[in-house]
């Protein structure tokens, strides 16, 4: 979806001049059309009011509808995308838990209370649900997707079970996990944002990627230094594996900075420490 379907699908009124689209400004309230969306590289200017967040703007020209909040995490510039595969697709499509479905109530309730959205959680990265019938039961299936394909899947109990995450086997993989970074394709700019875990990402939204477990292959530290900022957002315990990555990232060009965080982990971050970080994401 670009933002010319998102803008008409909403009913945003709006002119468009070449690569600018227009619209009344949420910032100052003007009649006219000083606020302008650029098609190409996704900024937001106002002739009033200067730069303004993109996300956080559009937000509030759709008054924070909860579709259009939605469809607005899936506009793009262009279909752009890395193949990081290191070996041939094994199967042409993944192959996952017995069973899995849409999420139930009782998955439900373990994300809200750890502070999410179900409805978001399953309709953005898109997260399935197993029961008792499965072969993974009561898990939450996390799916890694690449080029809208999913190529791998890991998931998380929702119950008092040893195992908290069970990882797809090689053998059912069209790509390896660790060839890949979670949420990836949802990276629509120049910057990222790298976290350890899928609920970590979940956290902070899209525009961070998780490397799914402590070890950081080369491919996937080539995927992040093919951005110019790179912001590393680990465990407080995780510190010198965090400077390692950034000692790695040197031969790329651009920027790498560690931000220290005081929850032992990014998924328990308050919201006004989210809200920072979203900054970030979106200057």
């Known amino acids: 979806m670009n933002i010319e379907d998102w803008l008409n699908k909403h009913g945003i009124d709006y002119r468009q001049r070449g690569a600018w689209f227009q619209v009344h400004c949420p910032n100052c309230a003007d009649d006219k059309y000083h606020g302008g969306i650029h098609s190409d590289n996704l900024t937001y200017t106002c002739f009033r009011c200067g730069k303004l967040p993109f996300r956080q703007t ?18 793009s510039k262009k279909e752009t995308y890395y193949d990081y595969t290191s070996r041939e697709p094994m199967n042409q499509t993944v192959r996952l838990p017995i069973n899995t479905e849409e999420i139930t109530e009782k998955h439900k309730k373990y994300l809200r209370n750890r502070g999410f959205n179900p409805e978001l959680i399953a309709c953005l990265w898109k ?5 008792d019938s499965s072969d993974y039961p009561w898990r939450l299936v996390i799916p890694v997707i690449y080029r809208r394909q999913t190529i791998s899947w890991t998931a998380r109990t929702v119950v008092n079970h040893p195992l908290r995450y069970a990882n797809c086997p090689e053998e059912w993989e069209v790509g390896s996990i660790k060839d890949a970074l979670y949420s ?3 990276v629509q700019r120049d910057t990222i944002m790298v976290v350890e875990g899928a609920t970590d990402a979940w956290r902070i939204g899209p525009g961070a990627v998780a490397t799914m477990g402590a070890t950081i292959t080369d491919r996937q530290v080539s995927l992040i230094g093919a951005k110019k900022t790179r912001y590393i957002v680990l465990d407080p315990d995780a510190r010198d594996k965090a400077e390692k990555l950034r000692d790695r990232l040197r031969m790329f060009s651009g920027r790498t900075m560690i931000i220290d965080i005081d929850e032992k982990d990014p998924a328990l ?8 970080l979203r900054r970030l994401l979106d200057r």
Do not use: F, W
């Open 127 to 131: 997260v399935k649900g197993t029961t």
């Open 58 to 75: 559009l937000e509030a020209i759709c008054l924070n509808d909860p579709v259009a909040v939605l469809d607005l995490y899936h506009v």
């Open 269 to 276: 971050l308050k919201n006004e420490d989210i809200n920072s």
């Open 184 to 186: 990836y394709d949802m």
